[in-house]
Structures are given as structure tokens and as C-alpha cells.
């Protein structure tokens, strides 16, 4: 590996030079937003920066014994023996793996309140047992901040510093709950709002809502159109591509998810209405019982896929056909899909994710490697969002989105191959330190200004106001 591989920032960062290279510093006026003086983290022992171009090991970059400086909200260099600007502070690498934060492509964070419901059932099960009943709970705006809050720092917890949060079919306090969680979180986030009506005749005015009042001039904000595909919500994909298109924004649905849904044309309720049209706009959450046909569709669409493994095996949902989709050039993230899994742990979702193609076709070198389950996690999710020009990798310029994992725990330790060790070993307590766009939303092993005693306390008093509307 190299030593001594020195990415540096020039347009944001002139000045910042690796010191062993002898050249004079000058920050200037950019180290002096988020994080004051900016972050060094110094000899971690690894780093993966996700770019090829920067480190060894093909796709994962590997850097072994490097820095990465993190000045204002952007990754100002990553290489050997860095110096950062005067006030920079210092986050000692030893024996830590440094990389991008994840990235979650399909989300429901409000779900939370419902983690645990219908542990027995199929997806059609559990939407009618737990989905309707927080419906006929009617929850007020506070209830829903407060368990996707609990979400947010959940994810943050396990090293996600990018969601991407389908909401749907809910009225405005849903919304507003749950979206003033997410900016309240720091986390960087999308959106997907389908609003209440099925026929999407309150879409417009819901999207126009959260777009004024939580996206617009929040640079960690962006906007979707959720909807789902069945007979009954043909008019509401019609109003939803419409929108989408208008508004140059995605188009995300749930798609082919449970066996059930080959039953509902889903592929043809979306041609018919408009969403084909979207093109690379469209995305797609499991895409579990899709045909070779449905895969060369959604491939000549230049679509994306959401990969939620952990809430496919929840939900006896089945198996994606990753290495098919894969193969197809489809851009496929990774999911976490809110109280489907009943958790926001990424490892675990990574690890299933290279242990259920495993189990299916019992070859050990099938998509995805853990190499590849890496890339999905991280640069993939960032590309299935089309926002790879700004996160899912560590090339200055970029956010800096950055995790870092201490392996020196009783689950990791002793540690053979970090980079193999993070998929069949980690979990979310090994995550120490986790920035989004330069600032520390978690710093060694705390969640930052979280009082988590509270979180719990909101949220479960939330559930327990719900749960008498489930049928657990
Ligand atoms: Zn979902």
C-alpha cells in the first residue's frame, strides 16, 4: 500500500500541504466556519478513502498510516504526515479505520415507533398491523419527531451520515414531526413526500409545505416525490412523475418487494403514468421479484435501486438479485428501511446483504464481495442519489461526510483484516467519531449534544400513546 498518497483540495484549501513536504501553510479565511480550526485525524492505521485514484485495493482506496484534514465543511486533504491550520484539532488515528460516512437509500425513520410490530408477518401483514394503526393514531407532530429523532441518532450511532427518508400516506403533522427530526439531527438528508391522498390531490400542497418550511437554503436538505405502484395509486404515479419532473427532483417507489406485488403490474402502473419519463429520476426500494425483462427496464432507464436485505429477511420479502442487477450497470445503494428491520444497524445490514447472496447460490466470490458491499454502502448510495460530486468518498473537495471506527473492541479484536473485519465484525459501537459536512455529530463513542435517556423517554412514550391502534 502507499504510504505516502497526498490528495489535496486546491480550490477550497491553498496552503495545506502535507509538512513532511516542507511547504509553508496559510489557511486563511476558510478554516474558520464549522469546526473552528478544522480536524486532523492523524496515523490512522487504515483509510478508505472509496476512490480509486486515491490509495490502494482498486475500489476501496486504501491508505494505511495516513491523516485526513477536515477543514470547514469540506475534506481538505488525505495523505501522510498532513499539518492542519493554526486551532486545528487533533484526533489521534492509531489503530482506527478512517472512511466516508454511509449512506441509507431507503428509509422510514418515523417507523421507529413501531419497531417490533408484527415480527410474524409479511410485508402485507405488517402494513395493515402496524403501518394503519399509527394512521389511526392520528400522532401529533411532537410524537413524530420524537421517534424519528430516536431514529436520526440512531443512524448517526452506526456511522450513517447520509438518509434518504420515505414518507407516506400521512397527514402535515407527520411530516412536520418528522421532518423537523432530521434537520434537528444535523444529519444530511432527502425527503420523499407522498402526501395523504391516494389519487395525489393533496400532493403538491404537502411537497410545497416541506419544501418552504425544512429544504429550501438548508444545504443538507434535499427534495423527493414518494408514491407506490399498485392499480389503486395509478393517478397518484401520475401526479407524482408530473411533480417530480416540475421539479427536477426524484421520483422514489417502493418496488416488487413481496411476491404479492407481481400480482399488482407494478412495472406497468408506472409506464402508463408517466414515471418512466423520469429516467434517471426514478428510484426503486427492493426491486426483490424483478424479472431479467424488469432488469434491462430499469438498466435502460438509467433508474436505481435501494437494497434493504435486512427487512427482506424480516419480511420474508425474499432475495434480490443483486448480482444480476449489478451486472445490468444498475447504481444500487444500500437501505436500512425504517421499523422493517427494527433497527439502524448498517453492519448488520451490510453483512446481510453478502450473506444472503451467499446462502442463495453458495459461491463465496458472488456480488457483493465485501469490497463491493463497501462501495454500495458508501460511494454507491451517493451515486444512486446522484450526489457523488459532493459525499460518498474521501477526495478532497468533497463534504466531509467521515466515520471513524475503532476495531479495538472485544466484537473486532484481535484484528486479522480490518477491511474484511468491518463487514463479518462490526457494529455500531465501534463507531467512534462520525462528521457530517465537518461537523462532529458524534465524538469518541458520544452522540454530540444528544441526551439519550431523553430521546428514549420521548419515543416510548410516542409508542406507548400508539400502541393500542397496532395489532402486534
Ligand atoms: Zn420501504
Not at 438 to 457: A, D, Q
Request: charged share 15%; with cysteine.
Amino acid at each position: 500500500m502507499r504510504r505516502a498518497h497526498i490528495g489535496v483540495f486546491l480550490g477550497l484549501v491553498i496552503g495545506v500541504v502535507a509538512a513532511g513536504y516542507g511547504q509553508a501553510l496559510d489557511m486563511g479565511e476558510q478554516a474558520s466556519h464549522v469546526g473552528g480550526g478544522g480536524y486532523l485525524i492523524r496515523n490512522a492505521s487504515l483509510v478508505l478513502t472509496m476512490d480509486p485514484n486515491l490509495g490502494d485495493g482498486g475500489i476501496l482506496g486504501q491508505l494505511e498510516n495516513a491523516d485526513v484534514l477536515i477543514v470547514g465543511d469540506r475534506i481538505a486533504a488525505v495523505g501522510a504526515n498532513l499539518a492542519g491550520p493554526d486551532g486545528v484539532r487533533i484526533i489521534d488515528g492509531r489503530g482506527m479505520i478512517v472512511m466516508p460516512g454511509f449512506v441509507d437509500t431507503h428509509e422510514h425513520a418515523m417507523q421507529s415507533i413501531i419497531r417490533g410490530c408484527a415480527a410474524d408477518d409479511t410485508v402485507v401483514g405488517w402494513l395493515a398491523r402496524c403501518t394503519s394503526g399509527i394512521r389511526a393514531a392520528n400522532p401529533t407532530e411532537n410524537e413524530m419527531h420524537a421517534t424519528s429523532y430516536l431514529h436520526a441518532v440512531g443512524l448517526i450511532d452506526t456511522g450513517v451520515t447520509t438518509v434518504n427518508d420515505w414518507i407516506g400516506r400521512f397527514l402535515n403533522p407527520v411530516y412536520r414531526g418528522s421532518v423537523r427530526a432530521l434537520v434537528d439531527s444535523k444529519l444530511r438528508f432527502s425527503v420523499a413526500v407522498f402526501g395523504f391522498a391516494t389519487d395525489g390531490s393533496d400532493l403538491a400542497a404537502t411537497v410545497n409545505m416541506v419544501k418552504q418550511d425544512f429544504i429550501d437554503g438548508n444545504p443538507l436538505a434535499t427534495l423527493q416525490i414518494a408514491s407506490s405502484p399498485n392499480p389503486g395509486t395509478a393517478a397518484h404515479i401520475d401526479v407524482a412523475s408530473q411533480l417530480a419532473q416540475s421539479l427536477g427532483v426524484k421520483l422514489h417507489v417502493h418496488l416488487l418487494e413481496n411476491i404479492a406485488d407481481l400480482a399488482s403490474n407494478q412495472m406497468q402502473v408506472l409506464q402508463n403514468n408517466g414515471a418512466f419519463a423520469l429516467g434517471r429520476d426514478l428510484h426503486v426500494a427492493h426491486f426483490v421479484h424483478a424479472s431479467d425483462s424488469d432488469i434491462a427496464t430499469i438498466a435502460s432507464l438509467d433508474a436505481s435501486v435501494a437494497h434493504n436485505p435486512l427487512s427482506n429477511m424480516r419480511l420474508a420479502s425474499g432475495i434480490m438479485r443483486y448480482p444480476e442487477i449489478q451486472n445490468a450497470g444498475i447504481r444500487i445503494g444500500l437501505g436500512l428501511d425504517g421499523g422493517t428491520n427494527d433497527t439502524t444497524d448498517m453492519f448488520n445490514n451490510m453483512r446481510a446483504a453478502v450473506g444472503l447472496q451467499r446462502a442463495k447460490s453458495l459461491n463465496a466470490l458472488g456480488s457483493p464481495i465485501i469490497a463491493e458491499v463497501l462501495r454500495a454502502a458508501t460511494l454507491g448510495g451517493a451515486e444512486v442519489l446522484d450526489m457523488e460530486s459532493q459525499i460518498g468518498s474521501l477526495t478532497p473537495g468533497k463534504q466531509a461526510d467521515v466515520i471513524v471506527i475503532d476495531p479495538r473492541t472485544i466484537n473486532f479484536a484481535p484484528s486479522l483484516s480490518l477491511v474484511n473485519q468491518l463487514i463479518t465484525n462490526g457494529q455500531p459501537q465501534n463507531v467512534k467519531d462520525v462528521f457530517v459536512a465537518g461537523r462532529p455529530l458524534k465524538s469518541n463513542g458520544e452522540l454530540v449534544g444528544v441526551n439519550v435517556k431523553k430521546v428514549i423517554k420521548n419515543a416510548q412514550s410516542a409508542a406507548d400513546r400508539i400502541a393500542p391502534f397496532l395489532v402486534p
